[in-house]
């Protein structure tokens, strides 16, 4: 049984960093692309950055982009999403997600297992 748990969220201010985190068991996720997604309350589930297996490609929403990183530790079976500057729109739930696919994908429907999630609150 695979499953993904997210950890490492919170309530920061503006302009804070956060760490997540993101602990797969059940399978080896070292051939397989991770995600991370965030849903907002009242808001579509939306693509935040994607890696491939081996982590030599990255993808990352436009909204974030040259805020957060995403990496992993395939030895570990751990996938992390480190955030800078955050921002009040930062708010939501942060999940991690694990794609069977070959390519990390950027859309909801690609991804294959979820966990549950992770709130991340930013106040301004």
């Known amino acids: 049984q695979v499953q993904l748990v997210e950890s490492g969220g919170g309530l920061v201010q503006a302009g804070d960093s956060l760490r997540l985190s993101c602990s797969v068991s059940?399978?080896?996720?070292?051939?397989?692309?991770m995600g991370w997604f965030r849903q907002a309350p009242e808001k579509e589930r939306e693509f935040v950055a994607g890696?491939?297996?081996?982590?030599?490609?990255?993808l990352y929403a436009d909204s974030v982009k040259g805020r957060f990183t995403i990496s992993r530790d395939n030895a570990k079976n751990m996938v992390y999403l480190q955030m800078y500057s955050l921002k009040p729109e930062d708010t939501g739930v942060y999940y991690c997600?694990?794609?069977?696919?070959?390519?990390?994908?950027?859309?909801?429907?690609?991804?294959?297992?979820w966990g549950r999630g992770t709130q991340v609150t930013v106040s301004s």
């Open positions: 890696i491939s297996w081996n982590g030599g490609s990255t």
């Open positions: 997600a694990l794609d069977l696919r070959p390519r990390a994908g950027v859309t909801r429907d690609e991804y294959d297992y």
């Open positions: 059940g399978r080896t996720i070292s051939s397989k692309p």
